[in-house]
């Protein structure tokens, strides 16, 4: 397949639509390899090429058929044109129609058409010109970006002019609004899904000719809100809608990031945030409630929640350049106040209608959920319950319930500590069931399973941090040291209640405490989970606040 590129934006290289474009490209590059096709691009950057306009004096009908008189690079143009199978059409859109330079080479196509009347077979327009050229079988797609919200009843013009040219219904088109956030690095990940979108739309494309209904509708679905890019838009332009005076950057920046604000995530509790980046002395605060976000620089509200970070810092943080969770356990900036906005950032500032990539996935694929903790603690509890009652049938049915958890929990991906776990409460229920006696395997048992606690700390990820990691960005939750110190923390503890359980019990059994201990072993990890929830949310406040 011979690709033909047509960038028709006056910035060149720097266009946000190309960048579409070649999103596309590329999905077309991994459809055409599943294809086993062979794939060849051929770029055209009007910006940096010679095109005059058309001077409409029929020279190219007349005294030079099919080649202009005008001695610039049209004519090379037109060779690729007509070369080409699939042709890109990359433009902006500039005041509802083609930028001037794209529009003069759709113009000084004239010489590939004849000058001979034609009556359109289609029905559109009331005349035509046959082509000079054999263009049968030629594939078109257009590639746009807007500076509205939406592409929407905006491309009205562009649509009309290829229905002349090209025929009606004879292109496709991805035509995207708020095309300017692609080149704001701070908003990339929301625009990378949209440009996911577009690649998948261009693999489809080149195994069937066209893209699903699925993808289609994802391209059609906003970035942003209406509301929210608009503020974001006005904002941009640095300039006070009241005064017209220009406004520091560290506004414009908090402006933008109050518009991300999403009201729907409101809950009942109006908050105030209050950033003061310290590198330039400035302090905004940001009103949440259900009405949206307001921006104060005076100071006059009570703030809830202060973060005081450089400037530098904290677009640093926008831009992906460090994680947000990463900076603040490295204590490049300290938060103080109600620390759940920052637990909850990703609910008040994230995007409610984000493009999602379309991944394809085979209808016999079970998409696997996250690993659950109850995985591995049905096992233990099953055990510890069952053994203590019976020892003989309360081992057999702990074995059962070891045999069950894979087909019980089969929806949810396995951890390492599942499978230890499964393998120890099978040998030890066995133990008892061949002894009779569930006293050692069972004192056996918190003994095994503090020392998996405890271990897990010796690795790159504790216990508990496996299963909550994905409550926290999955992986990249080890680059937040907040989270992993508090995982560390909370692993150890639990380590050392269950290997200290072991001790006590062995202790209070040999004391003839037998009835005590099932109110203390029952008890106490109750009281250690609340404290669990209460640690996982004073420790990483007390950090934030610059406190260790």
Same mark, same amino acid.
């Given at each position: ?331 490049? $900036?300290? =938060?103080? #106040?109600? !620390?759940? %906005?920052?637990?909850?950032?990703? +609910? ?6 984000? /493009? *999602? ?88 048992? $918190?003994? =095994?399973? #503090?020392? !998996?606690? %405890?271990?897990?700390?010796?690795? +790159? ?6 299963? /909550? *990691? ?79």
């Amino acid at each position: 397949m011979k690709i033909l590129l047509i960038n028709g934006s006056p910035k060149g290289k720097r266009s946000n639509s190309l960048k579409l474009a070649y999103s596309f490209i590329k999905g077309l590059e991994n459809g055409c390899t599943s294809n086993k096709e062979e794939l060849s691009v051929d770029e055209l950057h009007i910006a940096s090429m010679n095109i005059g306009a058309c001077k409409g004096c029929f020279a190219c009908w007349q005294k030079t058929p099919g080649r202009c008189c005008i001695n610039d690079d049209m004519q090379t143009v037109i060779e690729k044109l007509i070369s080409a199978d699939l042709i890109l059409w990359s433009f902006p859109l500039y005041y509802f129609n083609v930028p001037g330079m794209l529009k003069n080479l759709i113009d000084r196509q004239l010489p590939m058409s004849l000058p001979f009347m034609s009556s359109r077979q289609d029905g559109y327009g009331s005349g035509s010109h046959d082509a000079r050229y054999d263009m049968e079988g030629k594939r078109h797609v257009l590639i746009s970006t807007c500076g509205f919200y939406s592409a929407d009843e905006n491309y009205d013009s562009v649509l009309r002019m290829f229905d002349h040219f090209l025929g009606r219904g004879n292109y496709t088109t991805i035509f995207c609004g708020q095309g300017e956030l692609f080149r704001v690095k701070e908003l990339s990940v929301r625009t990378n899904e949209y440009l996911a979108a577009v690649k998948c739309a261009g693999t489809e494309y080149a195994m069937t000719g066209a893209i699903s209904k699925e993808t289609d509708a994802v391209l059609h679905t906003l970035l942003y809100p209406r509301d929210v890019f608009e503020k974001m838009a006005d904002a941009s332009w640095g300039i006070n809608k009241t005064t017209g005076e220009k406004e520091p950057e560290d506004l414009v920046f908090t402006r933008q990031m109050a518009a991300l604000y999403n009201k729907d995530a409101y809950d009942g509790k109006e908050r105030v945030l209050e950033i003061h980046f310290t590198d330039l002395d400035h302090t905004y605060q940001i009103r949440l409630n259900q009405t949206g976000s307001q921006i104060f620089t005076d100071g006059s509200l009570s703030p809830t929640t202060r973060i005081d970070t450089p400037f530098s810092v904290w677009s640093a943080i926008s831009r992906g350049e460090i994680g947000g969770a990463e900076a603040l356990g490295k204590q490049m $900036y300290t =938060v103080s #106040g109600d !620390f759940s %906005l920052m637990i909850n950032w990703d +609910k008040f500032f994230g995007n409610t209608s984000a /493009v *999602k990539n379309p991944e394809k996935k085979s209808p016999n694929m079970i998409e696997k959920k996250n690993p659950s903790m109850m995985t591995m603690l049905i096992p233990w509890i099953a055990f510890w319950t069952a053994v203590s009652i019976t020892p003989k049938v309360g081992a057999l049915i702990a074995l059962i319930v070891v045999a069950a958890i894979p087909f019980i929990m089969r929806n949810h991906k396995f951890e390492i500590w599942d499978q230890l776990s499964m393998i120890a409460v099978a040998v030890l229920s066995a133990a008892a069931n061949v002894t009779g006696n569930g006293d050692i395997p069972t004192n056996i048992g $918190y003994l =095994v399973f #503090g020392l !998996f606690w %405890l271990l897990s700390c010796l690795t +790159k990820e504790p216990l508990c941090a496996a299963y /909550v *990691k994905y409550n926290y960005g999955g992986e990249s939750a080890h680059q937040n040291p907040l989270f992993m110190k508090t995982n560390y923390i909370l692993a150890a503890a639990w380590g050392l209640l269950y290997v200290l359980t072991a001790v006590w019990t062995f202790l209070l059994r040999g004391a003839g405490f037998g009835n005590l201990l099932i109110i203390v072993n029952n008890l106490i990890p109750i009281l250690m989970g609340f404290f669990t929830i209460w640690f996982e949310k004073w420790y990483p406040a007390k950090m934030a606040r610059g406190k260790r």
